[in-house]
């Protein structure tokens, strides 16, 4: 891990009106995130994790604040400029995996190796994820903790800055959860990619960094983890 800021957010503020009602999602949040970074978002349900996320992949804008990656300010970027940089700089998993059922493993990691400039090989990302004896199966064929696993690969493939993970266990059990979360915690130490998870499986905070905790839209607490623990060390 480098001393090397990705990303910088300042007075962070999301505000959705829905009729009357005006939420504050984000209220404030100020962040720095260093290259290689491995960062745990908790939080309760409605505190602001999501919608965080969102904005530093550049799916959503805040309301007042500034966020920057690499020094490119995103919370004035147009909409192409995003587009340009979710597709150059970010991979995204999310609690349900989007795999297209009609192609093979392969083949729906490929998808994505098409379209960026310097892909890692297809076969190296299913490799990465454990998933190589599996790669020639159709999504339906896979349980839900392997097909995380595709998601996974689909979404390192093209060798991202970032990955941004959205309750990936979110709909596995709590060891399936584990397994997927040691995937993600090897991909941060052995490419180190920044990684920030959101996720309630209490096993990854020991991999973590750091661990923010958010609560009503503001950074409640920021606990470092001075002895990370690589994925390899741990009896799971
Ligand atoms: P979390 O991921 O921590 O559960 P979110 O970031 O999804 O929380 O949501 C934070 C708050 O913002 C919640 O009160 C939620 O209802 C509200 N919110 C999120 N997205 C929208 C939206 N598109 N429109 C209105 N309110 C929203
Ligand atoms: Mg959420």
Redesign the pocket.
């Known amino acids: 891990m480098s001393d090397e800021v990705v990303f910088r957010a300042k007075g962070l503020t ?1 505000v ?1 009106q ?1 009729g009357e009602v005006e ?1 504050r ?2 209220d404030g949040v100020d962040l720095e995130i260093t290259r290689g970074e491995f960062i745990v978002l908790l ?12 904005i530093l992949g550049g799916l959503d804008t805040p309301s007042s604040g500034e966020v920057s990656f690499e020094g490119e300010v995103l919370s004035s970027a147009d909409e192409s400029a995003l587009t340009a940089y979710r597709r150059e700089h970010v991979g995204f998993v999310f609690q349900f995996y989007n795999l297209i059922p009609s192609l093979t493993v392969r083949e729906n990691v490929a998808l994505v190796t098409d379209i960026v400039a310097q892909p890692m090989p297809v076969d190296e990302a299913i490799d990465r994820v454990g998933l190589t004896p599996r790669r020639d199966h159709f999504p339906a064929q896979l349980s839900g903790g392997e097909q995380q696993r595709v998601a996974i690969a689909r979404a390192i493939a093209k060798r991202p800055d970032v990955l941004l993970c ?1 309750e990936p266990t979110g709909a596995l059990d709590y060891q399936t959860g584990k397994l997927v979360l040691e995937v993600i915690a090897r991909i941060n130490v052995e490419i180190g990619t920044t990684v920030i998870v ?1 996720t309630h499986n209490a096993s990854i905070a020991r991999m973590a960094d750091r661990v923010l905790y ?1 609560g009503d ?1 503001r950074l409640q607490r920021v606990e470092r983890n001075p002895q990370k623990v690589s994925p390899s060390e741990l009896s799971w």
């Open positions: 999301k959705y829905t939420v999602a984000l939080g309760a349900s409605g505190s602001g994790k999501s919608t965080l996320l969102n959205d959101i958010l839209g």
